[in-house]
């Protein structure tokens, strides 16, 4: 059987280890982004959110937007979280930020990016500072001018099956089977957006994009569009952006760090399963104005 | 009954790769507590599954149509089937070409800092003089140097390999005349035929976000295929690149021969 798939092409056979790598990368935090899941769908209930959210909407928008710092998690375990929260009614203007900063402002990734940069505060700040900035703006937007539902309404249709009946190990159990049936859901838009994810990297020459000549705003948008494409571990992503910086420049490897985390292949795919298409639309355009904004803000410098 | 089977499945697969030491040829085993956490958590959930299994419990399911079941089963198959069914491979000479073999443009650059500039696109080297006018790195950078000018044979092994290609960037100058060894694999530039790269792939995190790491090489007598594994001794000069437009440290070979290709060809980033 190996003998018939040793006849395959070596870069089919390189696909499929670089496919393989993000898969190890990223299973442990889809594990556990699929467990938390599961914890808050059997635990938490619509009321218990509610007493404990600010009551005023622009706090419950800064709520989401910071809470990210003391909940660690990475941009593939971020998606079934987030729809989570929506199922329970954590409103929409509190979740959103929460899924833009969640993967950037947690103390792991910029602990990787400071490392990174050669023991710069100065990378992780501006990180910080430009993530925080795009989920205020996600937050306004969504609390005061979008009002339509960002959760799909068919298929995924809002649970309402109530576990309060159960107690103990029991409720632990149900936890745990729910995370099951969330791994199983999300996995294949994970595997999916890997496989997509290697192909590019295998069959798509970064020099391609690299040698298109750039000024400032060219750059910044090239390197958001390399973001997107490696679908890099939020984790990782810091030290490709060092090693793009001599050929860069501060902005646009600015640009490359925040967005990466918020939007790529993998967690597109994640969000298209239970976000409807005008949500992930308004979601890319918004990001992407915003972090192109605040990249030329900063690149003038 | 088959996802408890799948759960096993990538339980065992990240055991597989762990005992089989083929761990190292996808991630910095740096990260390996990653494959841990996989294997506790897939335990743990399989455990569950067979429990829902055996007391043949109705679960409530997100997937609710046939098609989305099937394609679940299907597609969380797959890294099940990569890992024991391909043949473990690395990354090799034609990846190069596609997988970011560029050099950084040296257009809006002065000479100080073309001098600084790598060979590799995913070669770690902050513009020091822009952004970190004083910082730890350059201290850091500094004693490693100092370190290795010491020495009058610099030997780069696999464990030093990314440490001393960063200091031989950093400060080319002082590393001008010294001896080197290395080992590496050839990739001939396509812009001149009398040099070629060697090269190794070097993995931060894993083999997604590898890049090649390496020397021009200048001077050899003997031609050698894309991909030939050799042991490269020479000293290190400083060439002008005609087709990148930057200076670039280079090895002059003095000795060249082919050896056997490593039991594992990557080299890691210590952290």
Not at chain 1, 14 to 26: D, K, N, V
Not at chain 1, 89 to 102: G, I, N, Q, R, S
Not at chain 1, 129 to 146: N, Q, R
Not at chain 1, 223 to 233: G, Y
Request: aromatic share 14%; charged share 15%; net charge negative.
């Amino acid at each position: 059987m190996t003998d018939l798939f040793q006849q395959l092409p070596t870069s089919v056979l390189q696909m499929g280890a670089i496919f393989l790598s993000i898969m190890i990368e990223a299973l442990p935090f889809v594990l556990i982004g699929s467990i938390i899941s599961g914890f808050i769908d059997v635990y938490i209930t619509p009321d218990r959110v509610h007493a404990f959210l600010p009551q005023n909407k622009i706090l419950r928008i800064l709520f989401g937007t910071f809470v990210g710092f003391i909940f660690p998690s990475c941009e593939c375990g971020i998606v079934p979280i987030v729809n989570r929260f929506l199922e329970k009614k954590v409103p929409t203007y509190t979740a959103v930020p929460f899924l833009a900063t969640a993967p950037i402002i947690n103390p792991i990734v910029l602990f990787a990016t400071y490392t990174a940069f050669g023991n710069s505060v100065r990378f992780a700040l501006f990180r910080a500072l430009g993530s925080i900035l795009v989920a205020l703006v996600l937050g306004i937007f969504w609390g005061f001018v979008a009002k339509a539902p960002i959760l799909k309404q068919d298929g995924a249709k809002v649970h309402s099956h109530d576990f309060s009946d159960k107690r103990g190990w029991t409720k632990v159990g149900y936890a745990l089977i729910q995370a099951i049936d969330e791994f199983f859901d999300m996995g294949r838009y994970l595997v999916f957006g890997c496989l997509f994810a290697s192909f590019v990297q295998v069959y798509v020459p970064t020099y391609v994009l690299t040698r298109i000549g750039h000024n400032s705003l060219t750059a910044i948008l090239l390197m958001m569009v390399l973001a997107f494409l490696l679908s890099l571990c939020s984790e990782a992503d810091a030290f490709i952006g060092a090693s793009l910086l001599a050929s860069f420049g501060f902005a646009p490897v600015m640009a490359f760090l925040i967005i990466g985390p918020m939007i790529d292949i993998k967690n597109l795919l994640m969000m298209k399963n239970h976000f409807t298409n005008k949500f992930i639309l308004q979601f890319i355009s918004l990001i992407t104005l915003v972090i192109l904004a605040y990249c030329l803000m900063i690149g003038g410098f | 009954m088959l996802r408890f089977l799948i759960l096993v499945g990538y339980f065992e697969m990240t055991m597989y790769l762990y005992v089989t030491g083929k761990l190292d040829q996808y991630i910095n085993l740096h990260y390996s507590y990653l494959a841990f956490l996989s294997m506790f958590l897939t335990f743990g959930l399989a455990i569950v599954q067979l429990m829902v299994w055996m007391k043949d419990m109705k679960v409530h399911s997100h997937l609710q149509t046939k098609a989305a079941q099937l394609t679940s089963l299907a597609l969380l198959l797959i890294p099940l089937g990569v890992a024991w069914l391909f043949p473990t491979v690395s990354l090799d000479a034609t990846t190069v070409a596609a997988k970011g073999y560029h050099f950084p443009l040296a257009a809006e650059v002065d000479d100080q800092t073309q001098q600084q500039e790598g060979t590799s696109v995913q070669y770690l080297k902050p513009d020091t003089s822009t952004y970190f006018t004083k910082s730890a790195y350059q201290e850091e950078m500094r004693k490693v140097a100092d370190q290795y000018l010491d020495q009058d044979l610099i030997q780069i092994t696999a464990d030093n390999y990314m440490a001393v290609m960063e200091v031989i960037y950093d400060y080319p100058d002082e590393f001008v005349g010294k001896t080197v060894e290395m080992t590496g694999f050839v990739y001939n530039d396509p812009d001149n035929p009398n040099q070629q790269f060697l090269f190794r792939f070097g993995i931060i995190h894993c083999i997604a976000d590898s890049g090649v790491y390496g020397l021009l090489t200048t001077g050899q007598t003997q031609h050698f295929v894309n991909d030939t594994w050799v042991k490269a001794r020479g000293t290190i000069k400083i060439t002008y690149h005609n087709s990148l437009e930057q200076s670039l440290p280079s090895l002059e070979l003095t000795d060249l021969i082919q050896i056997q290709k490593p039991s594992n060809p990557y080299v890691y980033r210590v952290f």
